[in-house]
T-cell receptor, first 112, second 113 residues
Framework: DTGVSQDPRHKITKRGQNVTFRCDPISEHNRLYWYRQTLGQGPEFLTY????????KSRLLSDRFSAERPKGSFSTLEIQRTEQGDSAMYLCASGSGSSPLHFGNGTRLTVT | DQQVKQNSPSLSVQEGRISILNCDYT??????FLWYKKYPAEGPTFLIS?????DKNEDGRFTVFLNKSAKHLSLHIVPSQPGDSAVYFC????????????FGDGTTLTVKP
């Protein structure tokens, strides 16, 4: 069990640029989740996959956000035309069945 | 509308004493509750959970109590240790989406030596 891996750990970008984050879940886990966390708040659900199918998206996920999990393994989260309000910690988590989530260490995005 | 609330942003206790972290929820559909612990620069890690069919679950120094009628749960840590200093998140989920959790805003626990 190598844990959930996220890359990069930090990303600084200028407003209007596109960014992409990657998440490698625990290999045995068929569910993968993306959450967003801002300072002083708890993680907020964005979207989740079961295998390669994206089964639910939060209304927080605007049209500028897109997530994929092409082969049911790693996942990417892309944000187009970034805005300052997108600055946050983006957390990926994986799980199977009804097990608790295993989180990665997150990607901290700063939009200047 | 925040469905999971942790009303105490911070808590400070002396080493060896009991730490009690509280959590309230509003959604009656929640049937499983979890506590996660988060150190700086790391993601949350699972600590302990409880199903709605129980009112208590214990794991070593950690005990979670659930009062369904009050929609309230608490995490007790006894005895508290300096290494317990972290942010604690309460989370809840319903049976319509196994795994997806709604989190509170966290309580920062500081255990003083």
């Amino acid at each position: 069990d190598t844990g959930v891996s996220q890359d990069p750990r930090h990303k600084i970008t200028k407003r209007g640029q596109n960014v992409t984050f990657r998440c490698d879940p625990i290999s045995e886990h068929n569910r993968l989740y993306w959450y967003r966390q801002t300072l002083g708040q708890g993680p907020e659900f964005l979207t989740y996959f079961q295998n390669e199918a994206q089964l639910e998206k939060s209304r927080l996920l605007s049209d500028r956000f897109s997530a994929e999990r092409p082969k049911g393994s790693f996942s990417t989260l892309e944000i187009q035309r970034t805005e300052q309000g997108d600055s946050a910690m983006y957390l990926c988590a994986s799980g199977s069945g009804s097990s608790p989530l295993h989180f990665g260490n997150g990607t901290r995005l700063t939009v200047t | 509308d925040q469905q999971v609330k942790q009303n105490s942003p911070s808590l400070s206790v002396q080493e060896g004493r009991i730490s009690i972290l509280n959590c309230d929820y509003t959604n009656s559909m929640f049937d499983y509750f979890l506590w996660y612990k988060k150190y700086p620069a790391e993601g949350p890690t699972f600590l302990i959970s409880i199903s709605s069919i129980k009112d208590k679950n214990e794991d070593g120094r950690f005990t979670v109590f659930l009062n369904k009628s009050a929609k309230h749960l608490s995490l007790h840590i006894v005895p508290s240790q300096p290494g317990d200093s972290a942010v604690y998140f309460c989370a809840a989920r319903d049976n319509t989406n196994a795994g997806k959790s709604t989190f509170g805003d966290g309580t920062t626990l500081t255990v003083k030596p």
